[in-house]
């Protein structure tokens, strides 16, 4: 069975950084296209880092230069961190695994999110 | 630009539910709808504009190409009222959402 989990939100200052994790199981991440996707309180949802199952990394304009997209294969888990936030950082953090085959570029396994407040 | 229309629509339980996806620019049939409850993650319901996902009941279809695409709740089940979102993957990434419809009991 597929699962993923996230872990590492929290309460931060603005300026300050965050790392999140996402444990994956019933699947290797490695294999995989996976991204964080998040959601703003009462808001829609963003797509703000892709990684390749090669490697290669995408990021959303907003993040760009200050979040890095990574894995962890031994661990079998993705991670993000996340450095000078800001108050608009602010939202629910989901990982989630973008399908294969036909399913590319669609998201078909999502994590339960963990919520990132970015307040002083 | 996905836009979603409406942003809100007022149902009763029985009735049939049709949710408008509008986007910018042609994305041939790579769209994805993904239904949402309060304090869960998204779930996909349709993939490539008119497949429905694993486990999804076929009350739920998706159609459309191009630049127009529908979602049809056939008759609303108490468990359908949520927040629905259209997703495309056309000449990715990026990967982007519409504003969502919310399904509203009346």
């Known amino acids: 069975e597929v699962q993923l989990v996230e872990t590492g939100g929290g309460l931060i200052q603005p300026g300050g950084s965050l790392r999140l994790s996402c444990a994956a199981s019933g699947f290797t991440v490695s294999g995989n296209y996976m991204s964080w996707v998040r959601q703003a309180p009462g808001k829609g949802l963003e797509c703000v880092s892709l990684i390749y199952s090669g490697g290669t990394t995408y990021y959303a304009d907003s993040v760009q230069g200050r979040f890095t997209i990574s894995r962890d294969i031994s661990k079998n888990t993705l991670n993000l961190q996340m450095n000078s936030l800001r108050a608009e950082d602010s939202a629910v953090y989901f990982c989630?695994?973008?399908?294969?085959?036909?399913?590319?570029?669609?998201?078909?396994?999502w994590g339960q999110g963990t919520l990132v407040t970015v307040s002083s | 630009v996905l836009t979603q229309s409406p942003a809100t629509l007022s149902l009763s339980p029985g009735e049939g539910a049709t949710l408008s996806c509008r986007a910018s620019?042609?994305?041939?049939?790579?769209l994805a709808w993904y239904q949402q409850k309060p304090g869960q993650a998204p779930r996909l319901l349709i993939y490539q504009a008119s497949n429905r996902a694993t486990g999804i009941p076929a009350r739920f279809s998706g159609s459309g190409s191009g630049t127009d695409f529908t979602l049809t709740i056939s008759s609303l089940e108490p468990e359908d009222f949520a927040v629905y979102y259209c997703?495309?993957?056309?000449?990715?990434?990026?990967?982007?959402f519409g504003g969502g419809t919310k399904v509203e009991i009346k």
């Open positions: 989630a695994r973008v399908g294969s085959g036909i399913n590319l570029g669609y998201f078909d396994y």
């Open positions: 997703q495309q993957r056309s000449n990715w990434p990026p990967l982007t």
């Open positions: 620019q042609s994305v041939s049939s790579s």
